[in-house]
């Protein structure tokens, strides 16, 4: 009896457990991300050709437009449903950033400004920004030593 619910169960797991196809999923990422970076060039090309900007303003435009967008798209619930479909090119962009600091702000905001907002707004992007920041200063700190000591 136990040997049979055992193997019941395998079946079950097995017909629950969602398969996956890589090639397919590489291939959605890279339409993803192509998208998204296909929108930031022409966000580029227009600020410089039409609007007549430097490429240094007309990259803090792009950047500020596409995290812009992204923020709308998660608070019009939009993008959970791009990033279903397009995996790592939709998160890895700038847009997957902004999108991981709005969602939890707009998921917590019931709990008020201060212990919802504030407390949780990092909750996702917070390591990335803490990490990012320390493996920074190590580097930089390996790389000042290499110079004081004639290495580089």
């Known amino acids: 009896m136990n040997e049979t619910k055992k193997q019941e169960y395998e079946k ?3 017909k629950v457990t969602p398969t996956h ?12 991300g192509g998208a998204i970076c296909t ?4 966000i580029l090309n227009a600020a410089t050709n039409t609007f007549g ?7 803090s435009w792009c950047s500020l437009l596409l995290v ?3 923020v709308v798209l ?3 619930n939009l993008y959970p449903s791009i990033v279903k479909w397009g995996g790592a090119g939709a998160l890895v962009p ?3 950033f902004a999108n991981s600091v709005a969602a939890p702000a707009i998921e917590f905001k019931k709990e008020g400004q201060v212990f919802g907002v504030g407390c949780k707004i990092f909750t996702i992007a917070g390591p ?12 930089g700190a390996v790389y000042w030593a290499g110079k004081m000591m004639g290495w580089m």
């Not at 196809?21 to 993803?32: H, I, K, V, Y």
């Open 12 to 14: 079950y797991v097995k």
């Open 21 to 32: 196809n890589l090639g397919l999923q590489m291939l959605r990422a890279f339409l993803t």
């Open 39 to 42: 929108l930031g060039q022409g």
């Open 53 to 59: 900007l430097d490429k240094q303003t007309a990259g």
């Open 68 to 70: 812009l967008c992204s």
């Open 74 to 76: 998660t608070g019009l």
């Open 94 to 96: 700038i847009t997957g």
């Open 128 to 139: 990335v920004i803490l990490f990012g920041i320390f493996a920074s200063w190590v580097l």
